[in-house]
């Protein structure tokens, strides 16, 4: 069966792209750093507002497989279980890119994003692999 939601989405997001790429605009991609902590079963730091994760990632391993969530200045994405090589993009308002990257779960457990010096606006966060995917939006002040 086809999932309606994640087709509409990768459709808007493929028509914004196409509508930025003859714009003038220039998208750039936020300085990040990951920082692997070894340790699986880790919950999410309490400074995080917790991100709403849908999809088969975020459902088909069990409710707190993946943890995310926002604060002031950073995006955290939190593997409680392993994924193998996970491509996590991060997506303005207006369906630009504005942040990806691939990690492999096996040994990177735990991704903080730098997300101080971006401006503000609703984000979506997606994590992607071989298996399925999960996204969720957050606002970012």
Same mark, same amino acid.
């Given at each position: 069966m086809v $999932?309606?939601?994640k087709m509409k989405r990768k459709t808007l997001i493929f028509v914004a792209l196409c509508i930025l790429g003859f714009s003038s605009r220039e998208i750039q991609a936020i300085p990040y750093k990951t920082i692997p902590i070894y340790n699986m079963g880790r919950s999410m730091p309490h400074e995080y507002n917790k991100i709403e994760l849908h999809g088969e990632l975020a459902t088909l391993v069990?409710? $707190?497989a993946i943890e995310a969530g926002a604060s002031?200045?950073?995006i955290y994405i939190g593997f409680n279980q392993s994924f193998g090589n996970v491509n996590i993009s991060i997506f303005n308002s207006m369906g630009g890119i504005?942040?990806?990257t691939v990690v492999n779960t096996d040994v990177q457990h735990v991704v903080i994003i730098p997300?101080?010096?971006v401006a503000s606006?609703?984000?979506i966060v997606e994590l992607s692999n071989a298996n399925g995917y999960a996204d969720g939006d957050f606002d970012h002040d």
């Open positions: $999932n309606l939601h069990g409710p $707190n002031d200045d950073a504005v942040y990806n997300f101080a010096n606006g609703s984000y």
